[in-house]
């Protein structure tokens, strides 16, 4: 049900979305309910369905810095990490980041949710972060008796598009972790969705417990969907900007789009918003593009600014990553033998795994079961001094924004792996559409 180009360029749509992550694709599936409604998405990269490499687990390695797959980011040189260049992996293709991410299905702290409400942004909150992610989530409890599996069905959904179910394999060695960081003073954490995020909690995944494939937002949110007639969904379109215009009172409309595919140069029109659902990476290069940005970097690069907005395309940043393996040296653990994802690596060992993958059971159906949060206060002696460094320039910042006039909304969508991504909307969007 993908379209094509003739389908799309000139021609008009109530909304029009770019970027099919997952964002994008869930606003899209709520939006055409209603089937009076068109909604025009855009993706830049290709459609990847059904794609062994986005279904299977254990795969995202091998996605990484593949061009079918990753956008595979490049920072400049930083001067406080002895001038390395760093490679940021984005998701490419129908799902976004959400067809390549290690499936953790993990929430954020309370507090972290509240703050941004405190911080001035209404409604943003646990309880209505919850409430809505409890509607994506069709939680399978486990089959089997553990005690290491703990959950409160309560706090989980049960009927939405996206699968949430624990591994169904495992390594016999989380015991044994759990129990050392515990006697350092870290607790466990019995319900992993409670939003108390300080300890050490099992964790659910995002995939299927019959079929043991991943579960994201293109067979979730997309493919369910994709007979309708007024969703419309195009691949391979690099979009380049917005199209927009200034009325008589100084106010910018957003009237459309352009976009690039198969090397050429399109344009589709609006009538009634633009959804800027590109990822944290691009959406503020569109938005910049388009004239609105910090003022000296769009004429530096010469670009009409429409909008002087200073805060686009600033302050992003992203968590650093050090790996560390270890050999296990004890064969078995309690009786029970340890299991790792070692075989994938041997060509005479992983077709058996391959072979068993259906039955929930071998190597490919291990993933990470327990996760660990501190506070920085325990492991960072100069956490005080860094948090209030932090909090001085974010008040700063809101002040800033606060003596600027807007003529343009900033909405915030969140997705399973907590990335915010911006959607920019010309006019207003009821939360009524979307519950």
Same mark, same amino acid.
């Given at each position: ?8 360029s ?15 694709l869930?606003?899209?599936?709520? $939006? ?5 409604? !068109? ?8 459609a ?17 810095n ?29 799902g ?14 309370r ?25 994506a ?5 486990p089959?089997h008796?553990?005690?290491? $599996? ?7 959904? =049960? ?5 949430? /179910? ?9 015991e ?12 466990r954490?019995?319900?992993? =969705?409670?939003?108390m ?14 079929t043991?494939?991943?579960?994201? /937002? ?25 199209v ?33 659902a590109?990822?944290?990476?691009? =959406?503020?290069?569109? $938005? ?6 910090? !003022?000296?970097?769009l ?35 309690n009786g ?7 075989p ?36 960072c ?14 008040m ?9 006039? !807007?003529?343009?909304? =900033? ?14 909307? !010309? ?9």
């Amino acid at each position: 049900m993908l379209a094509q180009i003739a389908d799309i360029s000139g021609k008009e749509f109530d909304y029009i979305i770019v970027g099919g992550g997952t964002a994008g694709l869930v606003v899209a599936a709520r $939006l055409t309910e209603d089937p009076s409604v !068109r909604v025009l998405v855009l993706e830049a990269g290709e459609a990847n369905l059904d794609d062994p490499m986005n279904l299977l687990p254990m795969q995202a390695v091998r996605q990484f810095n593949k061009s079918k797959y990753d956008w595979a980011y490049k920072t400049v040189k930083q001067s406080h990490s002895n001038n390395r260049e760093y490679v940021w992996a984005r998701g490419k293709g129908l799902g976004g980041s959400s067809a390549v991410n290690f499936m953790f299905w993990n929430k954020p702290a309370r507090e972290y949710l509240d703050m941004f409400q405190e911080l001035g942004i209404e409604g943003w909150n646990w309880d209505l972060f919850h409430e809505y992610v409890k509607k994506a989530e069709k939680f399978t409890p486990p089959n089997h008796d553990s005690d290491l $599996l703990t959950y409160n069905a309560v706090s989980m959904g =049960s009927s939405g598009p996206v699968d949430v /179910s624990f591994s169904p394999a495992r390594t016999y060695l989380e015991e044994l972790l759990i129990d050392s960081i515990t006697q350092h003073g870290i607790p466990r954490i019995a319900d992993t =969705s409670s939003g108390m995020t300080n300890g050490t909690s099992i964790t659910p995944s995002s995939i299927s417990p019959t079929t043991f494939y991943r579960s994201y /937002s293109a067979n979730s949110y997309y493919q369910p969907n994709a007979h309708r007639q007024n969703l419309i969904v195009l691949v391979t379109a690099h979009v380049t900007g917005i199209v927009s215009r200034r009325g008589d009172d100084g106010a910018i409309t957003a009237t459309g789009v352009t976009f690039v595919h198969e090397g050429n140069v399109h344009k589709a029109k609006t009538s009634k918003e633009v959804l800027l659902a590109a990822g944290a990476v691009i =959406s503020p290069q569109i $938005l910049e593009l388009s004239g609105i940005g910090k !003022r000296d970097v769009l004429e530096r690069a010469g670009v009409e600014v429409k909008i002087d907005l200073p805060g686009v395309g600033e302050n992003i940043q992203e968590h650093l990553f050090s790996g560390l393996v270890c050999q296990v040296k004890e064969h078995h653990v309690n009786g029970h033998e340890v299991e790792t994802c070692d075989p994938l690596f041997f060509p005479d060992l992983a077709p058996e795994h391959y072979r068993i993958r259906p039955e929930g059971k071998g190597a490919l159906n291990i993933r990470t079961l327990s996760l660990t949060f501190v506070p920085l206060q325990s492991i960072c002696p100069d956490a005080e001094e860094i948090q209030s460094t932090l909090l001085k320039h974010i008040m700063t910042g809101i002040q800033e924004n606060k003596s600027k006039s !807007r003529t343009w909304r =900033s909405c915030w969508c969140h997705r399973p792996s907590f990335q915010l991504l911006p959607c920019i909307l !010309r006019g207003n969007m009821s939360r009524s559409a979307l519950d």
